[in-house]
């Protein structure tokens, strides 16, 4: 069955003693690298998950908002992918997968530091730019790499809502029906974005940080196309490690590294929108 885990590349990379990044976006195996880091540590290596579009831009974002409350205790962060619209597939078969497998699974929340289970998203409309836009809450690596980064006990993530089939849903939830929908990607779906929708799409993400008192602050990150960012972010972590710039035990990328760090890839624009 399509399940990915890392946890056989981490026994080796513990037994090496070698630095270990990935592109994995799923909560689940975030988690369970982080569950590792006392390995880690002692390993003297430095494990950091998502150094592609899942998280780079986004731990940045909200690492810079939650730097200017005072004591936040909730981040909210609102992803819009057609800020710039071009044709061609949103998605590559894998990432489709990877989406698959996430659904699969019960949905979880991040909530008083704790990750909470719960039974439906939130769902709520929210003008962005003077358009009214539906946004339903997604189980988004940032529940935990931002948390880890920010210390920010509730962070909630949202998307343009996009209808998902409920047969999609139902299959999703049986070992059998995720094993045939694997299938159906694989022989129907293209394999990714085109060159030109790389070359033009972009991508918005809004970060609001909220304190007890309800101060607040909110910021706006403008990036190229996903998968083009992804090829960017991933070398620039990688020739920052081969440097000498990194520390042990799990990490992620704002953290390490700051949340100027999306800025280095080119296209990549943040402003203020308080």
């Not at 999703?172 to 070359?199: H, I, N, S």
């Not at 000498?244 to 929108?273: C, M, N, S």
Request: with cysteine; proline share 7%.
């Amino acid at each position: 069955p399509y399940t990915y885990t890392a946890e056989p590349m981490l026994d080796a990379v513990v037994e090496a003693g070698t630095h270990y990044v990935d592109l994995t976006g799923e909560t689940h195996v975030i988690q369970a690298q982080l569950d590792r880091n006392d390995e880690f540590l002692e390993a003297g290596v430095m494990v950091m998950p998502a150094v592609g579009y899942d998280v780079v831009p986004t731990d940045c974002l909200n690492l810079y908002v939650a730097q200017r409350v005072e004591r936040p205790l909730n981040l909210t962060l609102v992803m819009t992918g057609d800020y710039r619209a071009a044709e061609g597939a949103m998605a590559s078969r894998g990432t489709i997968k990877s989406g698959l497998e996430l659904i699969s699974r019960p949905m979880l929340m991040r909530i008083d530091g704790q990750m909470v289970e719960v039974s439906e998203p939130k769902v709520m409309t929210r003008e962005i730019d003077g358009v009214e836009r539906t946004l339903v809450q997604i189980q988004w690596a940032d529940l935990i790499t931002s948390w880890v980064s920010t210390g920010v006990p509730t962070i909630e993530v949202y998307q343009q809502r996009g209808e998902i089939p409920g047969w999609v849903l139902w299959l999703a939830r049986r070992e059998w029906g995720k094993e045939l929908l694997v299938w159906l990607v694989d022989e129907f779906f293209p394999e990714g974005p085109p060159p030109q929708a790389q070359e033009t799409r972009q991508t918005q993400l809004i970060a609001t940080a909220t304190n007890a008192a309800g101060e607040s602050f909110s910021a706006e990150m403008i990036t190229p196309e996903p998968y083009w960012l992804t090829f960017h972010s991933a070398l620039i972590i990688a020739r920052r490690i081969v440097d000498g710039d990194w520390e042990p035990g799990f990490q992620t990328p704002a953290k390490i590294y700051g949340p100027d760090l999306a800025l280095e890839v080119p296209g990549v624009t943040r402003r203020d929108r308080n």
